[in-house]
C-alpha cells in the first residue's frame, strides 16, 4: 500500500492510499480521485519521504517547534472544515432540488422545522434570503455524501 501526500489545483493538502503508482495514476485518468474539501479533480502528487522504522533503541530525531507547529497549519483548517461538514451531513435531510420549496414550508409552518440541505439556484437563494429565511450556501465535494474510506 503506498500512502501519498496529494494536492488539488486549490492548494489544499491530504492523503490519498493506492495499492501502487500505476493504481494512482489509473485512478486519476479516469477522474475517480478528487479533493475531499472542494471536489477538484486536478490533483497532483506532492514531495514526501517514506518514514523508516529503525527499531525502538534509536531515538527520535528532535524537530525544533517552530517546524511543527509551521507544518501543522495547513492541514488544521481543512481537518476542523471536514468535521463540521460531516456533522451537518449527519443532521440534515437532503431534500435535493426541492431546497427552496421545503425551506419555504418549514419557515411558513407548513412542515416540521429540521435541518435540511438541497440545491438551490442563486436566484432561489437570494429570493429566500429577501423573505427572512435563513440560508446559507456550503459547497460540499461528492466524495464527502458517500462513504469515506
Not at 489545483?9 to 485512478?27: I, M
Not at 439556484?121 to 450556501?137: C, D, F, K, Y
Request: hydrophobic share 40%; aromatic share 4%; with cysteine.
Amino acid at each position: 500500500m503506498k500512502v501519498l501526500d496529494l494536492q488539488c489545483g486549490h492548494q489544499h493538502v491530504f492523503e490519498g492510499w493506492f495499492a501502487s503508482e500505476d493504481d494512482f495514476r489509473g485512478q486519476c485518468d479516469r477522474g475517480l480521485v478528487e479533493c475531499p474539501v472542494c471536489g477538484d479533480a486536478s490533483i497532483t502528487k506532492r514531495l514526501s519521504a517514506p518514514r523508516l522504522s529503525l527499531g525502538s533503541a534509536r531515538a527520535e530525531p528532535s524537530i525544533p517547534q517552530d517546524v511543527v507547529s509551521t507544518a501543522g497549519t495547513d492541514q488544521t483548517p481543512q481537518a476542523a472544515w471536514m468535521a463540521v461538514a460531516r456533522l451537518i451531513l449527519a443532521n440534515t435531510d437532503d431534500v435535493g432540488n426541492r431546497f427552496a420549496e421545503e425551506a419555504r414550508k418549514i419557515h411558513y409552518g407548513e412542515a416540521k422545522a429540521r435541518g435540511i440541505r438541497g440545491q438551490a439556484s442563486r436566484a432561489e437563494t437570494e429570493s429566500l434570503l429577501a423573505e427572512g429565511i435563513a440560508v446559507m450556501p456550503l459547497p460540499l465535494p461528492e466524495a464527502l455524501k458517500g462513504r469515506l474510506q
